[in-house]
């Protein structure tokens, strides 16, 4: 699942980023002269909305990033400030949006994400590219097992020969590998 790969890298959507950068644009466009042509802009479309606007698509942004502060508090804050609200918020909308899509792929039940940063595994200089490969399909059940990839295929069978099925949780447990 593509969400394995943002959640594993510690990546988010550009959507996100897009998000971000609009809400920091506003908080320009707030602090700008009161005689400035863009700001007139801004005030134009806060007064008269039209469908398609920057603004409401900049309030929506504000929404889904969870953002409650209105106008004159944004405008009121510092700009380092406001702009590390911005990207931990953006950081987390995208950890909320992508755990929401995790829970409808099975390929990632065992697997939790509370903060948006890269698995130690994948950054690590210990191991080789190779084998954080191999790590990343295991940890997603994308190793070569039939049953990770069913297809509507009957035959799930131990190619051994057991009676168990050729599954990545039961590969340790397989009497004729355990006898080898």
């Known amino acids: 699942p593509l969400e394995a790969l943002y959640l594993e890298l510690g990546c988010k959507p550009l959507r996100f980023n897009l998000m ?30 039209v469908k398609g606007d920057w603004v409401l698509q900049v309030t929506e942004d504000l929404k889904m990033l969870n953002i409650t502060l209105d106008f004159k508090e944004i405008k009121k804050m510092k700009k380092h400030s406001f702009k590390n609200l911005v990207k931990d918020k953006a950081n987390m909308a995208a950890l909320k949006y ?13 697997l939790t994400y509370n903060l948006p940063n890269i698995q130690p ?15 990343f399909k295991w940890r997603t059940r994308m190793a070569k097992f039939k049953v990770n990839f069913r297809n509507g295929s009957e035959d799930i ?11 990545q949780d039961l590969i340790l447990k397989c009497p004729v590998l355990m006898s080898h």
């Open 20 to 49: 971000a950068r609009r809400v920091n644009y506003l908080y320009y466009i707030l602090n700008l002269k009161e005689d400035d042509l863009l700001l007139k802009v801004f005030d134009a479309q806060m007064k008269n909305p």
């Open 98 to 110: 992508l755990n929401e899509f995790k829970v409808k792929h099975s390929k990632m039940d065992n």
């Open 121 to 135: 595994y994948l950054s690590s200089t210990k191991i080789y590219p190779q084998l954080a490969k191999e790590l």
């Open 157 to 167: 069978q131990c190619p051994f020969g057991c009676l168990h099925d050729d599954s």
